[in-house]
């Protein structure tokens, strides 16, 4: 298991190298210049120009900046915001919680109805069951986020009233962040109603964020069931008189867990990148809203710093779907 | 069973209970549209950053009326100007007390050593604090204050003299700029003196009606009412920014009561705001204009018949209809309506395709190509350029004029734009910063901005001698004079095809009173109160 995981790790660091130039060079590539944008309308003189070019290091060259950048990633140290003027670090690290607290909410969510209808799908496989299912998971799939966030805020908070438009917790509460998770800190806050308000502020941007994943995983669970409901050993498993809960539950399940498990890390990418539009809807405060606008101000020690951070995290977590898949059928790890 | 008088007590215990809210301390809920860059307005450029610090937090010697342009006193109660001009004496407002917070609490009141403070730390590449934040001042600098500039001095604790290079009657305008706002010196010893000098700009201490109680990136930020304010304590207790990116949420919010001003609405969500009865929808024009520059350095565009058939080849009602949706109204002054000065007898070219016909060949131009070029931006003075310029490119079709509509990413454009040599015509505008006619007239149609913000690159004589005679000219109505002059020697010449002023509308919940539209785009929620 050791080697197995030393072999992964190995991957990983021309990764991580891949992941920082093409970080550092991509918001270099875009055109348009952060001191021009800066000035706006205004406009910047070029003495002043120059000026600034020499203040955020600019002038140097491409080459040195790059190795800072990356010497600097690799103490931690991810520079200070253009825009904002503080850690680019800090900032990612304020904003993040929001982002996996709202993400693992969705991810929840995503598996508790998708696996379930995805395996009953394909057990009741040509019931209408089973085309209910697949038609509401297409649906689901093809849903544009944005269109999507605004029908069910204007139906659930605008005509309904049922739960709030937007935010993380009603105004009516204030206390220091201590974890970053509201969830947690409304809990730690020990403010009456506060944890109430967290949580049905969570309802519809994790309903949001959580459909594609669903749809997919329904998708992805009633093939994986069907493939291994038609194998051998399950024929068996019937000849020999097991209860069908058992045969799925047990034998089947298992087998094609190793794919779902596949679309589970897969979806974390994903679920980053619909956070980005789930963020905006909503006015959550996470790092995909913070990644979009500090590329439109072309702020590059944000979006360098944020990217790095991103891809590290997708990388972890990929890594540890390849352990799972290990634990879950140990041929792979030979 | 509920007996009568249980049910009158039962009634009674009701309406004090619905009407405990009257007691308790009123909060006013804003649904703003991002997050301020901090709280130091001396560091940054938008009015977002405006709308969280320097018109809540902060004061300047002088402001503007709310709602208006004019200039008022505020931390400074008078000022003389030298007869030369150059040199501006503030007296400063006694009794005014600073923010009391967690890390600070002031021991004396505010004096000139703030004012030498705020002003010098932009100013002086070697004050301590010069460097502090990443030290980039770009309004202090875009408004050319270091050249401006020549000694601050302080006269003694309650007077502060401003020595200028040259005489500068806008220079009271930009004093009102949020650049100009005033900081605590006494808290920015402190906070050297512990090693946290960034603290300054982060937890700011300021003498305006609100004081900053906490934030969190995208999603609040809270205020409440300054106790001690000079002007007396705001009629709400707090203030809240409910940092809310999308304007179809923010109206769903406005909507369900969740906060009760908002900013920036969809142009398509307008007719139902008009309608709903919780909201009143409140409009002002905003101080701006769009406007498309012709480069007069460039043949055939040298020539006033070529640029004003150009003009009058344009239908701008049909502009205003299909680009603004009706949020917008016809500019023929290079200055919004609701600048001072602003001539309102000038006549704009008609719209006139035949006599624009007639105009291009008594000019001698005949099967005339060029371009348009199309911002890649939306703005308040053009929120759909590249609309725009397809009406144009229709319009100048029709008199024979082959144009081509061209754009490049917002920095290029910029950029470029200013070249003297530019091929084509450019589609752009501007943001009044002070309500000062000089910060549109001679920014914008200087001959010291040719190649650079006058895009028209228009140096005309006449024109700029009125300019630079009412730079210096202290008295209003003579300076007003000036301008109008001036915005007539803009019109016969018609450097620009002055396109649009934009309409602001502002949407605020019924029960909120006193509300008033900033024409320089911000919320100011100081006079403001909740019914």
């Not at chain 1, 394909?122 to 689901?140: E, N, P």
Request: hydrophobic share 45%; proline share 5%.
């Amino acid at each position: 298991m050791i080697r197995f995981f030393l072999t992964k790790l190995d991957l990983l660091i021309p990764t991580f190298i891949g992941v920082t130039i093409v970080a550092f060079g991509f918001i270099r590539l875009l055109p348009g210049d952060p001191i021009l944008l800066l000035g706006g309308e205004r406009g910047v003189s070029p003495e002043r120009y120059a000026e600034l070019q020499h203040q955020l290091g600019f002038d140097r060259h491409i080459i040195v900046q790059y190795f800072d950048f990356l010497t600097g990633v690799l103490q931690g140290d991810l520079g200070t915001s253009f825009s904002t003027k503080q850690p680019v670090m800090e900032e990612f690290l304020t904003l993040f919680p929001a982002t996996v607290e709202l993400s693992i909410c969705a991810m929840i969510f995503a598996t508790l109805i998708g696996l379930p209808a995805g395996i009953l799908a394909a057990v009741k496989r040509g019931t209408a069951y089973d085309h209910t299912v697949m038609g509401i998971s297409l649906t689901g799939y093809s849903m544009p986020i944005f269109w999507w966030g605004l029908l069910l805020i204007i139906l659930f908070s605008g005509m309904l009233g049922w739960t709030p438009v937007s935010g993380r917790i009603s105004f009516m509460f204030f206390f220091e962040p201590v974890t970053g998770f509201m969830l947690i800190d409304s809990l730690l806050s020990g403010q009456e109603g506060a944890f109430r308000s967290a949580v049905s502020h969570l309802i519809l941007p994790t309903i949001v964020l959580g459909t594609i994943p669903m749809a997919v995983i329904a998708r992805q669970t009633r093939s994986a069931m069907l493939e291994v409901l038609g194998e051998d050993y399950i024929r068996t498993a019937r000849a020999k008189g097991l209860s069908p809960a058992r045969i799925i539950g047990l034998h089947a399940l298992r087998n094609a867990l190793i794919t779902v498990i596949t679309v589970f890390g897969l979806q974390v990418g994903v679920l980053l990148a619909g956070a980005i539009l789930t963020e905006t809807i909503f006015s959550w405060p996470g790092v995909g809203k913070w990644i979009v606008d500090s590329i439109f101000r072309r702020d590059y020690q944000s979006v360098q710093g944020g990217l790095v951070l991103i891809a590290c995290i997708v990388m972890v977590v990929n890594l540890l779907v390849d352990l799972t898949y290990g634990i879950v059928n140990p041929r792979i790890r030979r | 069973m509920i007996n009568k008088a249980g049910a009158f007590a039962l009634g009674l215990t009701m309406a004090a209970v619905l009407s405990a809210p009257a007691f308790a301390a009123k909060t006013l809920v804003f649904c703003s549209e991002g997050s301020p860059s901090g709280f130091n307005p001396q560091l940054y450029t938008d009015g977002t950053t405006f709308d969280a610090s320097s018109r809540q937090i902060y004061n300047g010697l002088v402001e503007f009326e709310r709602g208006t342009t004019k200039t008022r006193p505020s931390l400074a109660t008078k000022w003389d100007v030298s007869d030369d001009g150059k040199e501006y004496t503030f007296h400063l407002r006694s009794g005014v007390k600073f923010h009391t917070t967690k890390t600070f609490t002031p021991s004396r009141d505010f004096n000139a050593d703030d004012v030498m403070f705020s002003f010098r730390r932009q100013w002086d590449k070697n004050h301590p604090y010069h460097k502090v934040s990443g030290g980039t001042y770009e309004y202090f600098n875009g408004m050319s204050m270091p050249k401006l500039i020549k000694d601050i001095v302080k006269v003694d604790d309650m007077t502060v003299k401003f020595v200028l290079n040259r005489p500068e009657a806008p220079f009271i305008a930009n004093m009102g700029m949020d650049f100009a706002r005033v900081l605590s010196a006494e808290y920015a010893d402190a906070m050297a003196k512990a090693g946290t000098m960034e603290k300054v700009d982060l937890e700011p201490v300021g003498t305006g009606p609100f004081q900053l109680v906490g934030y969190q990136k995208d999603a609040f930020i809270r205020f409440k009412a300054h106790p001690d304010y000079w002007e007396g304590k705001a009629p709400i207790d707090n203030l809240v920014f409910a940092i809310t990116k999308d304007a179809s949420v923010r109206y769903q919010k406005l909507k369900a009561g969740e906060c009760h001003v908002m900013t920036y609405p969809n142009p398509a969500d307008l007719d139902a705001m008009a309608k709903d009865p919780a909201v009143n929808l409140l409009s002002q024009e905003g101080l701006n204009v769009g406007y498309l520059a012709y480069n007069t350095m460039m043949k055939p565009f040298d020539d006033v018949r070529v640029r004003k058939a150009l003009n009058m080849a344009v239908n701008k009602k049909a502009i205003i209809d299909a680009v603004f949706q009706g949020a917008g109204k016809i500019a023929k002054n290079p200055i919004p309506p609701t600048i001072w000065s602003y001539n309102e007898a000038t006549v704009d070219d008609p719209y006139d395709p035949e006599a624009a016909k007639k105009l291009l060949a008594e000019a001698g131009v005949k099967d005339l190509k060029t371009s348009i070029w199309a911002m890649p931006v939306q703005r308040p003075y053009n929120p759909n350029a590249r609309r725009m310029a397809e009406l144009i490119q229709a319009d100048w079709a029709k008199v024979g004029v082959k144009a081509e509509i061209v754009s490049f990413e917002w920095g290029e454009y910029l950029k470029r734009s200013k070249d003297k040599k530019r091929d084509g015509n450019v589609l752009l505008g501007w943001t009044g910063d002070n309500g000062d006619p000089d910060n549109f007239l001679a920014v914008l149609l200087g001959c010291d901005g040719v190649g650079g913000s006058n895009r028209a690159n228009w140096c005309y004589k006449p024109f700029e001698d009125l300019i630079q005679k009412a730079k210096i000219v202290s008295d209003i109505a003579e300076r007003t004079k000036l301008y109008e002059k001036a915005q007539i020697a803009f019109k016969e010449q018609a450097p620009w095809l002055t396109v649009a002023h934009s309409v602001v509308f502002k949407p605020v919940r019924k029960e909120v009173k006193d509300f008033k539209i900033d024409p320089f785009g911000g919320h100011i929620f100081y006079g403001v109160d909740l019914q």
